[in-house]
């Protein structure tokens, strides 16, 4: 790609990189900062796939100046970040004013160089001491006492502030497969959880928009595009059931709508947890949306199990497809079909592409890092974004997964999603040809 399509102009469209507190901060103890249930997870045997941490990651903590100023030589106006719960609360949930002073450096940092800050309250990182986590409803009403600190003490330096990201990876990975903190293995429970996820997020939009009225508040949801095996009528029904867990579970609420006779049907006994009013709070008017997208899935039937419990379950792609380093298929018209499907059933707010990347683990050469497959793949994507943008949809920046490789959750630091390179060993950052593919795009 020699240049980009006019209507991805950086003068007329929002480009940025994006990150995560969790995933690049490290110091994980350092000025008051409490444990996160994701430093529990990791300090259990077996759960993370080369045992890494998140103690130390990439050290952005430490090199905050240094990070923020290569996102700026890379081109980039606009960077997507994630505040980090227990750095900005002690165990009495009270302000750790040392945690807001980090904030502070990294703004301070943006500011300098003309990059606009876009914010997440809760990437996952939920701190430990909340009994319960997401089970427990009080959870909600902490979240909401954790903006309205963020908002009090940050809000006048953040002009666009989402909620939380991808609450399914909260909820359903981490109460129902049990591969993301705190580990759980429970269908019903996993639905409680996706419920006060959201009436989360209602709450905070509450406790922020009393603070500051004027802040551009959302929220980041990576919806499911999933296509059945094949076209007999039990893997059309397990597809559709997939798509009601991942999309009708989180964008109903949203606009006031109550979940799917399917979903209600798997909470069970567990229902209880909801309560009248719960819908109204969880519907606050929404600024934006973001959306975040990698790949496709595909559904079959259930055979038994767990997998009956859900209704469905995934299969690889047949062969031959292309497939990222993690083993995701490629396929970048996903993302106009996601799109489109969403329209069609909620009256979306403005949108936000705040994630879109690949896991190529192309390593350093030369000094350089010629990761071609990822050039590929942001390639397809963009030209899939200024498609959308012709069709009608009101798609305003793109956000690319991410700025550097990083912790990667449950495979630790097994896959590289960044566009700079990290030595994990020296700290040393390599920007890859992906990069400066950007770069020069971005420079036009």
């Known amino acids: ?67 923020v100023q290569l996102i700026a030589d890379l081109g980039f106006k606009h960077y997507r970040f994630s505040i980090a719960w227990p750095r900005i609360t002690k165990t009495d949930n009270s302000l750790n004013m040392a945690g807001v002073d980090f904030y ?32 427990n409803r009080d959870t909600a009403h902490r979240f909401a006492d954790y903006a309205e600190l963020v908002a009090r003490h940050l809000g006048d330096r953040l002009p666009r502030v989402a909620t939380l990201n991808e609450p399914w990876c909260s909820a359903f990975l981490g109460h129902d497969l049990g591969v993301f903190a705190p580990g759980g293995q429970s269908r019903a429970e996993s639905l409680v959880a996706a419920h006060h996820l959201m009436l989360a997020h209602g709450l905070g939009m509450q406790a922020w928009r009393a603070v500051h009225a004027n802040t551009s508040l959302g929220i980041v949801l990576n919806p499911e595009l999933c296509d059945p095996a094949t076209d007999r009528p ?31 049907q798997q909470i069970g006994e567990l229902g209880h947890m909801r309560r009248e009013g719960d819908l109204a709070i969880c519907a606050q008017p929404l600024d934006f949306m973001g959306l975040n997208y990698y790949t496709r899935s595909i559904a079959q039937a259930p055979v038994g199990g767990r997998d009956a419990e859900r209704g469905y379950r995934f299969v690889a792609p047949q062969a031959p497809k292309r497939l990222t380093a993690i083993g995701w298929e490629i396929y970048p018209e996903g993302l106009t079909r996601v799109v489109q499907n969403l329209q069609a059933q909620w009256p979306l707010p403005p949108l936000w592409i705040t994630e879109n990347g690949a896991a190529d683990n192309t390593g350093v050469a ?18 899939q974004v200024a498609h959308l943008i012709r069709s009608g949809a009101d798609i305003r920046g793109y956000y690319v997964w991410s700025l550097m490789d990083n912790f990667e959750w449950a495979h630790g630091y097994s896959q590289r999603f960044g566009i700079v390179h ?8 390599t920007p890859k040809r992906s990069a400066l593919m950007l770069q020069r795009l971005l420079r036009g």
């Open 1 to 67: 790609m020699q240049v980009l399509d006019p209507l991805l102009s950086p003068a007329r469209f929002e480009w940025g990189c994006a990150t995560s507190s969790f995933q690049i901060e490290g110091a994980s103890r350092a000025d008051g900062k409490v444990p996160s249930i994701w430093d529990t997870f990791c300090a259990q045997p077996g759960r993370i796939l080369d045992a890494g941490n998140g103690d130390v990651a990439c050290e952005h903590y430490h090199r905050v100046a240094e990070d």
């Open 104 to 135: 502070k450096r990294l703004l301070d940092a943006l500011d300098k160089h003309q990059i606009t800050p876009n914010a997440t309250l809760f990437h996952w990182d939920l701190p430990a001491h909340l009994e319960g986590g997401w089970l």
């Open 234 to 264: 039990e893997d059309v029904a397990a597809a559709r059931l997939a798509e009601l867990e991942r999309n009708d579970g989180f964008l109903n609420p949203l606009f006031g709508r109550e979940w799917p006779q399917e979903l209600l």
């Open 366 to 383: 030369h000094n350089a890092v010629n990761d071609g497959m990822r050039c590929d793949y942001l390639e397809a994507h963009f030209e």
């Open 422 to 429: 990290v030595d994990f060993q020296t700290q040393k950052r």
